[in-house]
């Protein structure tokens, strides 16, 4: 889930096209989750090969991502997570109670043919199991996309190889990058512009967004530090947060108190023991500098053996997102040397 910055956050909403020639490092799991939710049939039913094998996935990852590629001259480096750290084992099993609890409400509305009902129900119950993981690294793989296997928390990573400059900015829906020091976050890396509400049955337009972790801690006036006492005390996915205290109020006591040691009694109290281990968590995460952010050429008739012959895909639009990936090196070539041209070296 991450943590909610919405309210404090300083944000830039940028178009795709500004966007060319970037290399991206992409919170992998975060993305395939999207796609198990939405890529669905109208009852909620996820996509599947004649096998049984979940793929919508693949699906979504194939599209998409040739398209982000093609379309838009983008760079991207998938990063996968690892092992999670203890102190997330109370986040990992809230997500799975909601899951069954949307799996027995998705049942009852198919029950009741209230389809309608029954896919917003069904988007909540997505679970991205390890041969699923293994699938999409499959893929990216026949598909000459580079992809780095994380130690522990991709986000973890994706800030790493952006602090270190090898890519340009870390891309996920959550803002927990920040607090790993990426040094720029891109959210919302979408083409359709729209987001499912499953609560309210309905889409909101949504628009990629750049976040500066520079420019945001300047605005609100606090360290990075400060910043991550702040997402203790809101919640974090390692820890309970303080019953009461949403961003805003976090962000004030960050100001006045300047640490959590310095907070008043009875918020101090409601702290959890260990906040200094996920201070840790933050600070010194466990990362790999063994990746590589090259791109190759497709392997076409791996590709085409792998969704076609194995997965049930159809060979017309594989060979359409082949089309693409093979075009892509020269877009992005073209985009890298017009922004030499054209622009100074501005955060977007």
Known sequence: MGVNLTPIVVRHLVRLENLAGRKLAVDANNYLYQFL??????????????DGTVTSHLAGLLYRTTRLISDYGLNLIFVFD??????????????????????????????????????????????????????AKKLLD????PFVQAPSEAEAQAAYMAGRGDVWASSSRDYDSLLFGTPRLLRYLTISGREFLPSKRASRP???????????????????????D???????????????????TALKLMR?????????????????AYYEDVRRLFLE??????????????????????????????????????????GSRKAIEQADLKRWFTEADQPI
């Open 285 to 326: 995460p466990e990362v790999t500098s063994e990746y590589t952010t090259d791109y190759r050429q497709p392997k076409e008739e791996e590709l085409y053996t792998f969704l076609c012959g194995e997965r049930g895909f159809s060979r017309d639009r594989v060979e359409k997102a082949v089309e693409r990936i093979k």
């Open 37 to 50: 939710a939405l890529v669905r049939l109208p009852d909620g039913v996820p996509l599947r090969s004649p």
């Open 256 to 272: 006045k108190y300047g640490a959590i040691e310095n907070l008043s009694g009875d918020v101090r109290r409601e702290i959890p």
């Open 142 to 145: 026949v598909l000459g996309v």
């Open 206 to 228: 949504l628009k990629p967004e750049l976040i500066i972790l520079e420019e945001f801690l300047s605005e609100c006036g606090i360290t990075r530090l400060q910043l991550i």
């Open 82 to 135: 690892g092992k999670p750290p203890e102190h997330k084992a109370k986040e990992i099993e809230k997500r799975r109670a909601m899951r069954e609890k949307a799996t027995e409400k998705w049942q009852e509305a198919l029950a009741a043919g209230d389809y309608a009902a029954a896919f917003s129900k069904a988007v909540m119950t997505s679970r991205l199991t390890q041969s699923m993981v293994e699938d």
């Open 230 to 248: 702040l997402a203790i005390l809101i919640g974090t996915d390692f820890n309970e947060g303080v019953k009461g205290i949403g961003p805003k």
